[in-house]
């Protein structure tokens, strides 16, 4: 039973909110969810590749059950554990650096050693759209970091911007399943993206796809996105496709071992016991976060206000997103409580909690927010104005001055946005 809570009552409501995001990362822990996904270990030679914010986590739990493998794994700066064999690079999130060209560079190198007779194991996991970074022909690093910029100071759903990195890849939409082919490919996910679609976790590296360079143009113009004209040129004239051949010739087994609705559902699970009455919103909602925020809290005073009998807790999974309109330190997650503590306006018995599994939201080493009651407040007592932070995209540095700053540190893992609101009688 989460810390706070009694059968029927809870007595530090941001305790046992915190406890369910905690229960939701222990199930997408790599530790825990990999190894029930290995098969036996494959006779001959095996290399394990990778690339995400859990991948490092991932390859520790896979040598935790084989013992110590050959391989390179790409993860974020201050993601990397220590490993048997398996040699753990760090680079750049969400913009990619150097660091990450370079680290991809050496695992496609490594990718074509494979033979007939080999055994790939490839490790993917959320964030490794920015960390496996490989310029298409004739674009630059600083081509994709430029674009990457703009696309997410845009507000453009996640889906849509891979959908873009895919065609200015060298290693995207299953051009890394090409350096690995024809070795045996084993896909371990774990997920970060409404669907658990393969083809659009970390942009699909390993699952060959139709490629079409005329839709990128086509999101891009539809977001306002004007891309470097280096990236222009080369999206105009086509990109750089799989062929049909290459295509219909590799692939792989694929084994998604943590998804957001598996966290949730454990969550919910926690919360159940304690008493609680559980809706679920969805696993896999998108959208402005400040707009979502303010849908759901609407939900909540609805619930409020009509007297539930015992504690009510709205639970939700996904990825929104924001539009980058002031200058101030920000993230979809903190935004998102910011917003719906607006919205509430102090409503009695509401508290709402909004955090990335990854520990990081937007571009803060910051998990995301809590609120209370209390939250505007106390924020008002310090001369912080809760709509002027909303409208500069100022979210974190309004709960660091307000209070409800909810900081993990590095989780090891990514399965998205875990948001929720608890609802007392």
């Given amino acids: ?4 809570a009694q059968q029927g009552a809870i007595s530090d409501p941001g305790a046992f909110l915190r406890d369910l995001f905690d229960v ?3 199930r ?4 825990q969810c990999v190894p029930p996904a290995l098969p036996p270990r494959p006779a001959g030679r ?4 990778g690339a995400g914010k859990a991948s490092a986590r991932m390859a520790e739990a896979v ?6 493998c050959e391989g390179l794994v790409i993860t974020r700066y201050g993601y990397g554990r220590p490993c048997q064999g398996v040699e753990i690079v760090e680079a750049a999130h969400p913009v990619p650096d150097q660091a990450g060209v370079d680290a991809t560079g050496r695992l496609l190198s490594l990718a074509q050693t494979l033979g007939p007779d080999d055994t790939c194991v490839m490790l993917i996991s959320g964030g490794g759209s920015a960390l496996l970074c490989a310029p298409a022909d004739g674009l630059t690093l600083s081509d994709k970091q430029a674009l990457g910029d703009a696309m997410l100071a845009s507000g453009m759903p996640i889906g849509q911007i891979n959908a873009v990195r895919k065609e200015v890849s060298a290693v995207k939409g299953g051009r890394l399943a090409e350096a690995v082919y024809p070795a045996r490919l084993v896909m371990l996910i774990v997920s970060d993206v409404p669907g658990d679609d393969p083809r659009d976790i970390a942009s699909g590296p390993t699952v060959p796809q139709h490629s079409d360079a005329a839709h990128a143009l086509a999101i891009l113009s539809e977001w306002g996105v004007e891309p470097p004209p280096a990236v222009a040129r080369f999206l105009a004239a086509g990109g750089a496709p799989l062929s049909p051949e290459v295509a219909r010739s590799v692939g792989g087994e694929t084994r998604i071992c943590a998804a957001p609705g598996q966290s949730l559902a454990a969550a919910a699970a926690q ?3 304690a008493g609680v009455e559980v809706r679920m919103l969805g696993d896999a909602l998108e959208g402005e976060a400040r707009e979502l925020a303010r849908t759901q809290a609407a939900l909540a005073l609805e619930i409020a206000r009509d007297g539930p009998d015992r504690p009510v807790l709205l639970l939700s999974g996904g ?3 924001v539009t980058r309109r002031g200058k101030g330190i920000g993230g979809p997650n903190a935004e998102f409580v910011l917003a719906a503590a607006l919205a509430l306006e102090g409503q009695p018995g509401v508290h709402v909690l909004a955090c990335d599994t990854d520990g990081v939201d937007g571009g803060a080493e910051v998990a995301g927010a809590l609120a209370d009651p209390a939250t505007l407040a106390r924020a008002r007592a310090q001369g912080v104005s809760a709509q002027a932070e909303l409208e500069a995209n100022n ?10 700053q909810v900081i993990t540190g590095p989780t090891l893992t990514n399965v998205n946005d875990f948001r929720a609101f608890l609802i007392l009688p």
């Fill in 395 to 404: 979210a974190h540095g309004f709960f660091a001055a307000a209070g409800g």
């Fill in 271 to 273: 919360a159940r016991a």
């Fill in 24 to 26: 939701a990362l222990a």
């Fill in 46 to 49: 095996v290399v394990v590749l």
């Fill in 28 to 31: 997408a822990d790599p530790m």
């Fill in 63 to 68: 040598e935790s059950v084989w013992g110590p």
């Fill in 1 to 4: 039973m989460p810390c706070g």
């Fill in 319 to 321: 990825e929104c997103t």
